[in-house]
């Protein structure tokens, strides 16, 4: 952990959730053991934002959308804008996730334009990095990373910002990240960041669990994580919480 500021467990459910399971999921969620300490944040699909805010809020869980389009409204068939998700409670947006970037085929220049208009709403922009597997093996995961950061040249060092990396190989695979690869990866990560005026948050995800993540946030450099699967079950994210508390403590 980098000291001074809360740390942050976030959990992205992707595309799962359904409006009774979710409810159930908020009435199982006990309370925040740390909560000067430890922040907590959820993302689910877009069609329970609204539903779930009030629910999260009353439980001092944050929101947060997993994407948006970057315009403010009109003739976008399909997609959300920063501002329904502000109108819908959320305080964070996720981008650059290597879901999107992959499959949906997200780059930096889309994602500047993203990143400008969560911040013009108001949005907290949660910005997702990380290498592949072929990149890690081949050392070039700090030249990918660096990349991807390069999107941040020129904005507001004041606007807010948490940085997740995301190593590609770890996502969804149960393999994680050695604490070695953490610390070294995340102190490149806030040096590349200080290079570009800003000191945020950066969280690790990629198969965070109740069985490794204690040692993960304790890391150096590690100010939380993002999680997938594990925090689709309110009780392996609360133990998840719970082991950030224990870190933070
Ligand atoms: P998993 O925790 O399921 O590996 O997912 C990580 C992730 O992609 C969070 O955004």
């Known amino acids: 952990m980098s000291g001074s500021t809360r740390c942050l467990i976030a ?7 359904m409006l009774q399971e979710s409810l159930s999921f908020v009435n199982d969620m006990r309370e925040n053991p740390a909560p000067e300490a430890v ?12 539903a779930l805010s009030k629910p ?3 439980k001092g869980i944050r929101i947060g959308s997993q994407s948006m389009y970057f315009e403010t409204s009109g003739a976008f068939t399909g997609s959300i804008s920063p501002l329904m998700l502000r109108d819908a409670g959320c305080h964070y947006v996720i ?16 994602l500047r334009k993203k990143l400008d208009a969560a911040w013009h709403a108001g949005l907290e922009p949660m910005f997702c990095i990380g290498e592949h597997l072929e990149e890690r093996e081949a050392g070039t995961t700090n030249d990918v990373l660096k990349e991807q950061l390069s999107v941040l040249e020129g904005t507001d060092v004041n606007a807010p910002l948490t940085v997740a990396y995301e190593p590609v190989w770890a996502i969804g695979t149960g393999k ?22 800003r000191q945020c948050r950066v969280l690790y995800g990629g198969s965070v669990n109740p069985g490794n993540a204690e040692s993960l946030m304790a890391c150096e450099g590690v100010d939380g994580a993002l999680v997938g699967g594990a925090s689709l079950k309110a009780d392996t994210f609360m133990e998840i919480i719970a082991a950030a508390a224990r870190v933070a403590a």
Not at 11 to 17: C, F, H, I, P
Not at 43 to 50: E, I, N, Q, S
Not at 177 to 192: C, I, L
């Open 56 to 58: 999260f809020e009353d």
């Open 95 to 110: 981008l650059g996730h290597s879901e999107r970037r992959d499959i949906m085929g997200e780059g930096n220049v889309i």
């Open 176 to 197: 994680t990240a050695t604490p070695e690869q953490v610390s070294a990866t995340h102190a490149f990560v806030h040096q590349e960041l200080a290079r570009l005026g």
């Open 11 to 17: 959990g992205n459910w992707k595309m799962n959730g």
């Open 39 to 50: 922040e907590v944040a959820l993302m689910p699909p877009y069609t329970l934002l609204h």
